[in-house]
């Protein structure tokens, strides 16, 4: 049982050039997050879905897109890479029930990290 | 989310208990409480959750205060290995993570 990969595990990007983290996971896990975490801090929310056909802004969004086309992946792109954005992003993955309903979210899962640096 | 408050940092001795706290004031009836750890470079991992009622599982143990508006995270006997930052949140559709608390483990 796979869980949560991701890919690559580290990466060096030049200013401006574009590349795609890939996340997949082998759970049916309906809602799926991506973090990015700078050293010595918390986790940050970028985007998160809550099934395919459906993401959302999280907190700190700008310079990342994200589609759900399938419910096993959920890819973070990057558009003109800059310095601010090394980081180690994270990918997860969870059950969740639908808005709105007393939810029991199961534990989330969490892949092991991407190392991102921007040159 | 709702917002949950912890502790920076804690100190324990190894082989003895520890009891991280968190606030959180402003959860709602449907919020579960969820902790995470994360250890020194690697992904966060699941702990334990709980609604109303304490929790055991062979992880940890959590303890809800009757309100609510207070949990604790207990493990019984701190090992080297669980030194981390802990993560209290209270998961909705998204879900976020403050700086949580260092967890520090002294031989």
């Known amino acids: 049982n796979a869980g949560v990969t991701q890919t690559p595990k580290f990466r060096i990007l030049k200013i401006g050039q574009s590349m795609t983290l890939q996340c997949t996971q082998d759970?049916?896990?309906?809602?799926m997050y991506w973090y990015r975490q700078d050293p010595g801090m918390g986790l940050k929310l970028i985007y998160y879905?809550?099934?395919?056909?459906?993401?959302d802004k999280g907190e700190v969004p700008n310079g990342y897109n994200v589609s759900r086309s399938t419910t096993e992946d959920f890819p973070l792109r990057l558009e003109l890479a800059a310095p601010s954005q090394t980081s180690v992003y994270f990918c997860?993955?969870?059950?969740?029930?639908?808005?709105?309903?007393?939810?029991?979210?199961?534990?989330?899962?969490f892949g092991q990290g991407t190392r991102l640096t921007v040159v | 989310d709702a917002k949950t408050t912890q502790p920076n940092s804690m100190e324990s001795n190894e082989e003895e208990p520890v009891h991280l706290p968190c606030n959180h004031s402003?959860?709602?009836?449907?919020?579960?409480i969820h902790w995470y750890r994360q250890l020194p470079s690697q992904g966060p991992e699941y702990v334990i959750h709980?609604?109303?009622s304490n929790v055991n599982n062979r992880m940890a143990s959590l303890a809800i205060a009757e309100d609510r508006k207070s949990s604790t995270l207990i493990l019984h006997r701190a090992t080297l290995r669980d030194a981390a930052v802990y993560y209290c949140?209270?998961?909705?559709?998204?879900?976020?993570f403050g700086a949580g608390t260092r967890l520090t483990v002294k031989p």
């Open positions: 709980g609604l109303t």
């Open positions: 997860a993955s969870s059950y969740g029930l639908p808005k709105g309903s007393k939810r029991a979210n199961t534990e989330a899962f």
């Open positions: 879905s809550v099934g395919a056909g459906i993401t």
């Open positions: 402003t959860i709602s009836g449907t919020d579960y």
């Open positions: 759970m049916n896990h309906n809602y």
């Open positions: 949140i209270l998961p909705r559709n998204d879900m976020r």
